[in-house]
């Protein structure tokens, strides 16, 4: 109800069609205005919780699926709910806290609800001292083509001196990721003390590298590295002049539709969800620290060296690949097709510090990508890109084995929310 009709039915109430004196109508109503603009504020505050509540719970469903057994989906749900800064709990919970419950239904999809009490800052002048918030996911985890590419899931294509940097407290750990590096320069790579690599493979194809310390396991050199496994296959969107979405964003939360993303920035700390679909990102996109993004079934595209996104450290961020039609697989990718382009390799940096997720394919193959970054659950990616810096984090990563652009058959599974 909107202040002047709340207003109106009270004086309509109170005083019929008689006169009155103002002023007394006015004191008599004046709690009355207070809770109805109050309580206007409490339901918007409600809803930007909820909508946050939603996309980390749509985020949780689509990652957790893939996963078999109930107990080891409800771990994942829980932790991706508390990556995104829910206190997340299982059972009974004090006010404040999101309890969520996670059920495997019997065509093996995964539903999870979450739900918290939101304490009223207005409404309690009425007696109203809390209200309850919750929301409800399902994702299902169906048959969808695989990569042709080899075991690597980080692809490092430089061949320059250190293409891959490893700095003091990098933490990488990997059951089954292999990282494969083009590099024969000397030193091909350099490793600092402090840092603890753990994969499947740490491929080089050159046999010179510096190592200060630190732990890093299956390490070959002279190895027949893999080569680039997208190089010339991507499909490429037409370029366009049309912003969809441009200049700055403020508010508490933003949305933004798929299209073109012109020189975008968010003020303030926000959460920001990206709507399923293409996004051109033309310019710079800067987030700022703090911030929450979502962007689930989202594909990335820069369509020049000089266009990237900016994360100001601290961002929660969780994000996933379509897992159908022309994108699918591709979560964040650049022009290949100029000639002119690839011959300049531009940095970008990914400040995730309060936790990242990423399920899809990162295809910057000129870009020299710096990590700073810390997983609250694994990241399901392929990785290409011309240098690698991996500063202090904590990084879990698996290959990602979902849908893909390049498909030879039907023998590994995607996932996509039912509702």
Partial sequence: MSLFKCLFERLKAGFGDRGGNFAMALAVLLPAIMVCAGGAIDL???HRDK???QGALDAAVLSAAPLSGNTAREQLVGSMLKGNGLAATTGTGTTGSVIFAVTTNSDNSLTATARKDYKTSFLGMVGINKFTISVSSTAIASTASTSTSSGACIYVLGNTSQAIL???????RSTACEVHEQSVANPAFIMNSGATISTKKFCVKGTQYIKNGGTLTNLQVGCAAASDP????????????TCTTSNTMNGPTSTVPAGVDCSVTFNGTQTITFSPGLHIVKGTMIINSG???IANGVTFYFPDPWSYIQFNGGVTFTGSAPTTGTYKGLFMYEKT????????????VFN??????????IYLPNRNVTYNSTSNAT???TLVVNTLIMNASNWLVEPYTAASPLSTSSASTGTRLVR
């Fill in 291 to 293: 911030s929450t993004v």
């Fill in 337 to 348: 097709s100029n000639a002119t382009y690839n011959t300049n390799k531009t940095n970008l």
């Fill in 230 to 241: 997208f190089a010339g296959a991507l499909t490429e969107p037409a370029d366009t002049n």
């Fill in 51 to 53: 909508v946050k509540m």
């Fill in 166 to 172: 490893i700095n003091s407290g990098a933490n990488v």
């Fill in 44 to 46: 918007s505050m409600a």
């Fill in 352 to 361: 995730g510090t309060n936790g990242e997720t990423i399920n899809g394919i």
């Fill in 379 to 381: 990241s399901n990616l």
